[in-house]
């Protein structure tokens, strides 16, 4: 039974309004598993420590109960609630932050599962420098964009568009990197999987515009998107 | 595309011409009947408004015309009032309590006893008089006594009193009796205490109109023994006379003078009857429920 | 999936048992009402049949349904309304805390002390505010300290601060939602366990409809609430158990209601069982 039936039962009063902060609160509760689990994921990344690569695989558990008891707590709104205009917006608002945090932790657990791949193999230092560079990049992301949504900052919201521009260029060159890597196989091996990493830390960047995208569309009641997919690469 | 102004028109004097033979004909009616009406009371007033004076109120009947007066009818008709308002009220409004709240419609006294309150109420009040003359003063005994006369008064407006007490009652909302029961109330606690109160501005209204025909019928008192020539104050166990018949029985004599004072006589009826149904009217509007 | 005009009794029964219901957990609740196959028939024509359920102490709990499907003549079986009306013949138990509430020698005035009753179009008396609160407590008895009980039952429907200072002013002259409001009120001040509401708030602006439905979120801390509604998303906002009733037709045509689901709102309108329930809930009823 979700959070909001058992108060219910209990005779409480949940009124509406304290039902939809209650749903923020969880969310940005959810957010900040997910900072720690890409924090750990890069600090195994860094320091190849295989067993707290396994703590954060099973640190995901935690992100999905959240995950789906914000997803009940949703569905009990709109059936019950209605909610029309900015409770509208906030609720769908909520659903796609959720969904986006799910899959940023996701992505770390990914990276977490390669550090354990990889981690008897030869490495790179550079790379996993600027792995951390792009990580804690992220992790910035991240909280601008959730302290955006509690705020309803738009500027802090489209301000991560910007933010984002350096994970992307990064990644870019993670490839380049990867085929200047020379012809140790064990590095090559390295080299692929590491592709994938910054893969990841670049969708994690992504995800975090996202959030930025639904504070514009719960502020404004416009949906758009801050970028515009066939931009030319720089 | 704007309609033309000239579609608005209407089409011919047809529909309107007949309207207005209608409405003339309605205009007519009424004066016909309230300027035939106004032209007797006009009569009767203009021959009789000089002798209305304290004698007429005030002296007993007399053969000598100009100290005749009414006193005893007038006091009759008075006493006769308040006896059929302490008759027929309680009477008409418990019959009409039974049958409107406690009755069961499908039971066939029931429905005997609505059917007959209508008929009762066409009967000719000569009837009741020989009904009085028959039971009241010969069967019982009770002989030609004014509460002879009250009694058979009531007999005669009682179905009256009950019609007008039920559409008082019937007007009161289901709403507002479904509500009491729900808060607990029994029957007779709906009754007295929501549907009474409520009902009453209706039932004092249509027995003050009861009232005031009762004490303008003339045939059934005859017929129960509203003497001619009364010159003592009446009591209810005694002999009477009531004011139409004092009017009547003047009309009678041969005297001009007589003439005079039973025109008198009616304008002192028209204004008790008058007053009463004014009261009437005062008190309908005063307490008329907007539910 | 069974369709409307084939289902059976046996049916819905076996629907209804086969599943796991969410009711409030065993811990939550006491039961007040325990209605066994009930059946209601106007002068012979089967108008509510085999309807069992429970009703649970200080939760809201709502009947909806299509009109003609007997949610309010199931209402008004709980208070012996239903008792008015002559032809009126009920089967089958309603068990009132373990008593038969038809049982041959109960009192309908003891029943209605217990279980109020607020009806859909506000009927105040024409009295005075004060004297439609205290009509109540002064036919059963209960004077004492009638002043405090007023301004009690006043105080608990929201009303008192609007009408402390015109207490002999006549209700009429309030508004449609403070009539109402007078009505609750007028119920209360017997202090009654059960409110049973007949669409309250159907004939108010929703401005006065949010009044009353907070007001029965505050009165379910007190006391048990019944409520029949046509508006559904005031039974979703307002109700923690819901219950859909619909028609059946005889093999005569005849339309008798009947209890098609009852279960936790949430459930009933995000995932209901039947399908004729998610018909009604969605909109594709009729």
């Known amino acids: 039974m979700s959070r909001a039936d ?18 923020q609160a969880n969310l940005q509760e959810e957010s900040e598993l997910v900072l720690r689990s ?23 558990d935690e992100v999905d109960e959240r995950y789906l008891a914000i997803g009940q ?88 568009v910007d933010l984002d521009e350096m994970i992307d260029r990064a990644n870019r060159r993670v490839v380049k990197h990867v085929l200047e890597l020379g012809n140790d196989p064990e590095l090559r091996e390295w080299g692929l999987r590491m592709i994938i990493v910054s893969r990841c830390l670049e969708r994690v960047g992504d995800h975090a515009v996202d959030i930025g995208e639904q504070t514009a569309y719960l502020v404004t009641g416009e949906f758009r998107e801050f970028t515009d997919a066939s931009r030319p690469d720089e | 595309m704007s309609v033309s102004a000239g579609r608005l028109r209407s089409d011919g004097p047809r529909g309107r011409w007949s309207g ?13 009947g309230f300027s035939t009406l106004g032209a007797l009371v006009l009569q009767v007033v203009l021959k009789g408004y000089k002798w209305v004076d304290l004698v007429l109120l005030f002296e007993p009947p007399s053969a000598e015309p100009l100290i005749a007066g009414a006193e005893p009818a007038i006091l009759a008709t008075i006493y006769l009032g308040v006896l059929l308002l302490l008759f027929t009220v309680p009477l008409g409004v418990g019959t009409a309590i039974y049958l409107e709240e406690y009755a ?15 008929n009762l109420a066409a009967v000719p009040s000569i009837v009741y008089g020989i009904l009085g003359l028959a039971f009241l003063v010969r069967g019982i005994g009770l002989g030609r006594v004014l509460l002879a006369g009250a009694m058979i008064l009531t007999l005669l407006v009682l179905p009256t009193v009950i019609i007008a007490a039920r559409e008082a009652i019937r007007a009161v909302p289901d709403s507002i009796r479904q509500a009491a029961y729900a808060l607990g109330a029994t029957k007779w606690q709906v009754v007295w205490r929501q549907v009474l109160p409520a009902a009453t501005p209706g039932i004092a209204t249509g027995s003050i109109l009861a009232l005031s025909r009762g004490l303008g019928e003339t045939a059934p008192l005859l017929l129960v023994g509203a003497l001619t020539y009364v010159s003592f104050n009446p009591t209810i166990l005694g002999e009477f006379t009531a004011l139409p018949v004092q009017i009547y029985q003047w009309v009678a004599r041969p005297q001009e003078e007589f003439r005079v004072l039973a025109a008198s006589g009616i304008i002192v009826l028209l204004a008790i009857l008058l007053t009463l149904n004014a009261f009437a009217i005062w008190l309908r509007n005063r307490y008329e429920r907007r539910w | 999936m069974v369709t409307a005009t084939s289902v059976t009794m046996a049916d819905v029964s076996i629907n209804l048992a086969e599943r796991e219901q969410q009711l409030p957990p065993k811990e939550f609740r006491e039961v007040v009402f325990d209605v066994n196959d009930l059946g209601v ?78 009806f859909q179009k506000p009927n105040p008396f024409p009295k005075s505010i004060y004297d439609n609160v205290a009509f109540g407590p002064r036919v059963l008895g209960m004077t004492d300290g009638l002043d405090e009980r007023v301004e009690r039952a006043l105080e608990q429907a929201a009303l008192w601060d609007e009408v402390k200072d015109r207490l002999k002013a006549s209700a009429l ?102 399908k004729r329930t998610e018909d009604y809930v969605t909109g594709r009823f009729g």
């Not at chain 3, 907070?214 to 219950?243: E, F, G, P, S, W």
């Open chain 1, 6 to 23: 058992s108060a219910s039962f209990r005779g409480l009063r949940v009124s509406f309004q304290e039902e939809l902060e209650a749903l």
């Open chain 1, 38 to 60: 890409l924090r750990g994921s890069l600090n195994a990344l860094q320091q190849r420590d295989v067993e707290l690569a396994d703590e954060v695989i099973a640190f995901d």
């Open chain 1, 73 to 160: 707590g949703i569905e009990q709104l709109l059936a019950r609630q209605t909610p029309v205009a900015v409770d509208l917006r906030l609720v769908l608002a909520v659903l796609h932050i959720n969904l986006g945090l799910e899959r940023m932790a996701d992505l770390c657990v990914t990276i977490a599962k390669l550090t354990k791949l990889t981690a008897e193999l030869e490495h790179d230092a550079t790379m996993v420098e600027a792995f951390e560079e792009m990580g804690s990049r992220a992790e910035e992301m991240t909280r601008v964009a959730m302290r955006s949504f509690a705020e309803r900052d738009l500027a802090g919201a489209e301000s991560l």
């Open chain 2, 20 to 32: 207005r033979a209608f409405y003339g004909f309605l205009l007519f009616s009424l004066v016909i």
């Open chain 2, 104 to 118: 069961d419609r499908d039971r066939w006294y029931n429905r005997l006893l609505e059917v007959n309150i209508q």
């Open chain 3, 41 to 118: 028939s106007y002068n012979g024509n089967q108008a509510l049949q085999g309807v069992s359920l429970e009703i649970y102490r200080n939760f809201v709990t709502a009947f909806i349904g299509p009109s003609g499907c007997g949610k309010s003549t199931f209402i008004r079986c709980f208070n012996h309304l239903n008792a008015l009306i002559p032809g009126a013949v009920v089967e089958g138990t309603i068990l009132y805390h373990g008593e038969d509430l038809y049982g041959a020698h109960v009192d309908p005035v003891e029943v209605r002390k217990r279980i109020g009753m607020v």
């Open chain 3, 173 to 274: 002259s309030l508004s449609g939602g403070q009539q109402q409001r007078l009505c609750i009120a007028r119920c209360l001040a017997v202090e009654p366990e059960v409110i049973l509401m007949d669409e309250p708030a159907s004939a108010l602006d929703p401005i006065a409809t949010t009044r009353i439905e907070d007001l029965m979120h505050d009165l379910k801390r007190d006391y048990t609430i019944v409520v029949v509604t046509h508006n559904m998303q005031q039974a979703a906002r307002v109700a923690d158990l819901t219950a859909f009733f619909s028609i059946t037709r005889g093999a005569e045509g005849q339309r008798t209601g009947i209890l098609v689901e009852y279960d936790a709102t949430s459930k009933i309108f995000t995932q209901p069982f039947d």
